[in-house]
């Protein structure tokens, strides 16, 4: 199983929902910052995701242009459904922000003003 699949909570919705400001502000005291912590996060899982589905689906490609070899491929259609069916890494990156399974630090360097 992959590494994403087993982090994935059960908790984690796969859709979007309404979520409370206050709560996320919170947890840096700066919403903009919390939001920002989130949106790195995001990007980290979807290039964690994208990286292992290329390399599951690498297995199965063929390097023929000839439209006639082409032909389906059940493992492979079940490999891509199942990655379609895992929630946004958006959704992830929220939920693990509200676990507190981020870790996220502030750049307290103040030498660039200077």
Same mark, same amino acid.
């Given at each position: 199983? +992959?590494?994403? /699949? *087993?982090?994935? #909570?059960? =908790?984690?919705?796969? +859709?979007?929902?309404? /979520?409370?400001?206050?709560?996320? &502000?919170? &947890?840096?005291? @700066?919403?903009?910052? #919390?939001? +920002?912590?989130?949106?790195? /996060?995001?990007?980290?899982? =979807?290039? #964690?995701?994208? $990286? ?17 070899? %082409?032909?389906? =491929? *059940? $493992?492979?259609?079940? %490999?891509?459904?199942?990655?379609? !069916?895992?929630? @946004? ?11 507190? &399974?981020?870790?996220? /630090? !502030? @750049? ?5 003003? *200077?």
């Amino acid at each position: 199983m +992959s590494k994403i /699949r *087993k982090q994935i #909570s059960p =908790n984690t919705p796969t +859709s979007a929902e309404t /979520r409370d400001l206050f709560t996320i &502000k919170q &947890k840096t005291g @700066n919403l903009y910052e #919390s939001i +920002s912590v989130m949106t790195r /996060r995001a990007s980290q899982i =979807n290039i #964690s995701i994208k $990286e292992e589905l290329h390399s599951k689906l690498e297995e199965f490609a063929t390097h023929t242009d000839s439209l006639e070899e %082409i032909h389906e =491929n *059940k $493992e492979q259609i079940e %490999i891509s459904k199942a990655y379609e !069916k895992m929630p @946004n890494p958006s959704l992830l990156a929220i939920q693990e922000f509200l676990e507190d &399974k981020i870790y996220y /630090r !502030k @750049n307290t360097n103040n030498d660039l003003f *200077k």
